[in-house]
């Protein structure tokens, strides 16, 4: 028994540790599901013991709010709901009733309070009972009404969310790899949290209306006939179907085939009653109500062997594991890698090399560990640095424990630099790989990036390099050369400024007019005023142009290049007409946003799913089993490669 109430103890403080990471410092130091693990383990110690402590994350709802935002106590408690991963639970739940069958998004849940037609508050859950009031914030959703049509006072719940396209189109534009956001839930909850809501305005976050608390109005006992109402009023309702006992489960199928093009994030679905006065009187526990339930994806898992951790270093200094295992299939794609994001993580599922090891895809999307069978805890980290061989540092930040290594000079610093500098999208130097600038560099033909166009001083040491001939060499020439003329915006983005993508630096030299005096002197309360250019990327921006350091580099580039002036006139139409849909991992892109990018560029549209109207599926795994596949054959719309998308586009990429 005492063992038992031990580990009820050892449990309890770590979910609380965990809760508030995710609650209220919008991080996670555990994946949800060891989370959900280590709940259901708590909450069966706590129904065989009898026992449940005051502090108990069953007992309670989120954490303590910390935040400068002013706080307000919610007129009811806002609730966490019971949750199952059985589809035949929830048609026992249900019993003869009807309910509506819904997402559960995954962002951040908002009351909205209106008098007399116009939006009079918003708060945030915070910790069930009391939140934050972010009133301003809600104002620039995009979708919020200010004004609705009914004069009465209503109050009502839903969730602020942030696409995933916009998610993964915010985070290309942050150069830095440790700035950032790791999905898009933290992204919102910073978003919706902001003390200046113009930065709230530049996220695109949207409000999807969940549940109507009150309103004066003869709803005739039926949530929908609520929703319906909310619709009228000018809200987005989030997504939702009407079930009973006999096709919820077909529903829930429905639910998970959508979710693969569904660009809204979710965790899961939602049933609630649609009889208001039944669901009622079933009352509450101490921590969910009874007249819903929350459904959970049971992931589909594979059991594999953990093969190796790669640790990669990245020119910020920190050093990312990631487990290599024996490849399998997930939600229809073969995956063989998962980030385990931190020290702390790989410390706490005790991983070593040869385990056997569990994996999913979270969300069906991410590849994740979800628990280590094993648990040999042998895995070493490593003192020196994988790039450099010097000593590594392991340091704790808000309880994270992350890996970093000390060298200032470490050549992955510098290596990722200069691969930065002549990427595609930078000062496009085709033939200087990171293999062949790491080569460079070690000889000393590379110090800064100037120099890169004096490389023909080391004609006779390069010629006796493996890999280059005359013929390889006088290409690479032809390439530096070719790069001597470029646009501003490029050369702006190939510097490497934190947080600065390449559509900040467009948007900045267009506002500047391509005027590089004026853009290096450029103040933060001038660059603010810039539309996606917020507080963050305006001190950056400004405090680089303010080191006499860069200030030499750019000099010194400035003696080798000259700019263009930028007429947009690159576009084509040659895929004018054509719909296309992406899916899988890329191999000669970054991400599906930048062939997106590409695609739309060349007149072609890109959407989240297949239809009649699509012309092209895009998809590495032309032979796998994923449900787009199976629609693309169902309708008879050609499954390409990324090879093969190439082909088409050949000769016409500018």
């Given amino acids: 028994m ?11 403080n770590i979910l609380n540790e965990a809760a508030k990471a995710y609650y209220s410092e919008s991080r996670e130091i555990m994946t949800n599901y060891e989370y959900d693990a280590l709940y259901d383990e708590l909450t069966k110690l706590e129904e065989e013991t009898g026992i449940v402590l005051a502090n108990s994350p069953t007992n309670r709802v989120g954490y303590e709010v ?10 009811s408690p806002m609730l966490s709901l019971s949750k199952t991963k059985s589809r035949e639970e929830l048609a026992d739940w249900l019993k003869d009733k009807e309910g509506l069958l819904s997402w559960k998004m995954d962002g951040l849940t908002i009351v909205l309070t209106y008098n007399d037609g116009k939006l009079a508050k918003a708060v945030t859950r915070g910790n069930g009972e009391v939140g934050e009031v972010i009133t301003n914030n809600a104002r620039v959703f995009t979708n919020v009404p200010l004004n609705i049509p009914y004069k009465g006072e209503l109050i009502l719940r839903g969730e602020a969310v942030i696409s995933y396209s916009d998610f993964e189109k915010i985070n290309r ?15 919102c909850s910073g978003s919706v949290r902001q003390l200046n809501n113009e930065l709230t305005a530049k996220r695109n976050v949207r409000f999807y209306a969940f549940t109507l608390v009150s309103a004066d109005y003869d709803f005739e006992n039926s949530r929908e006939k609520q929703m319906l109402f909310l619709k009228d009023n000018g809200f987005q309702t989030v997504e939702y179907k009407r079930v009973n006992k006999d096709n919820v489960v077909e529903m829930v199928e429905w639910f998970e085939k959508k979710i693969e093009s569904n660009d809204v994030p979710s965790d899961g679905l939602v049933l609630t009653y649609d009889d208001i006065a039944y669901g009622d009187s079933l009352g509450r526990t101490a921590k ?4 819903a339930i929350a459904f959970k994806w049971a992931d589909e898992i594979a059991e594999t062997t953990l093969e190796n951790i790669e640790w990669s270093a990245s020119r910020t200094g920190l050093i990312n594991p990631v487990a290599i295992f024996k490849p399998v299939e997930l939600e229809g794609t073969t995956v063989s890698r998962a980030s385990v994001h931190n020290v702390s993580i790989v410390k706490s599922l005790k991983l070593g090399i040869g385990d056997k090891i569990t994996v999913y895809k979270a969300n069906m999307i991410i590849p994740q560990i979800a628990e280590n069978l094993t648990k040999s805890d042998t895995a070493v980290i490593p003192d020196k640095c994988p790039v450099c061989g010097e000593k590594t540092q ?10 970093y290594c000390l060298n200032k000079e470490c050549p992955a610093k510098h290596i990722k630099s200069f691969a930065h500098f002549v990427s595609r999208d930078a000062m496009n130097i085709d ?10 560099i ?3 033909f590379i110090r800064e990036f100037a120099d890169i166009y004096h490389i023909d001083r080391y004609e006779e040491q390069i010629l006796t390099m493996d890999g280059f001939g005359m013929r390889s060499y006088e290409n690479l020439l032809a390439a530096i050369n070719n790069s001597r003329k470029t646009y501003l915006f490029k050369f702006i983005y190939s510097l490497g400024i934190e947080n600065i993508g390449l559509s900040n630096s467009k948007m900045i030299c267009r506002e500047y007019d391509d005027d590089l005096t004026k853009i290096m002197n450029a103040e933060v309360d001038e660059l603010v005023t810039i539309d996606g250019v917020g507080e963050v990327i305006a001190k950056t921006f400004s405090d680089y142009f303010k080191d006499a350091n860069n200030i030499r580099k750019i000099n010194e580039l400035l003696k080798e290049i000259v700019f263009e002036k930028d007429e947009k006139s690159d576009s084509s139409d040659i895929l004018k007409d054509k719909v296309f849909v992406i899916t899988g991992s890329l191999n000669g892109y970054a991400n599906r946003n930048e062939m997106k990018d590409l695609i739309e560029k060349l007149g072609g549209k890109v959407t989240g799913s297949v239809t009649g109207k699509t012309s092209y ?4 795994d032309v032979t796998s089993s994923s449900s787009k596949n199976k629609k693309a054959k169902e309708l008879g719309v050609p499954i390409i490669s990324e090879d093969d998308f190439n082909k088409l586009i050949e000769g016409q990429v500018i």
């Fill in 2 to 12: 005492n063992s038992k109430i031990d580990r009820i103890k050892e449990l309890v």
């Fill in 66 to 75: 910390l935040s400068e935002l002013p706080k307000e106590t919610h007129a």
């Fill in 173 to 187: 534009e942050i150069e830095d790899d440790d700035a950032k956001y790791k999905n898009p839930r933290n992204l």
């Fill in 288 to 291: 969910a109500p009874r007249n």
């Fill in 394 to 403: 392991i340091r704790d930040v808000n309880d994270v424990k992350s890996l």
């Fill in 431 to 440: 033939g200087l790989s990171e293999a062949t600038l790491e080569k460079f």
């Fill in 442 to 444: 070690d000889n000393g």
């Fill in 617 to 620: 599926l895009i998809n590495n």
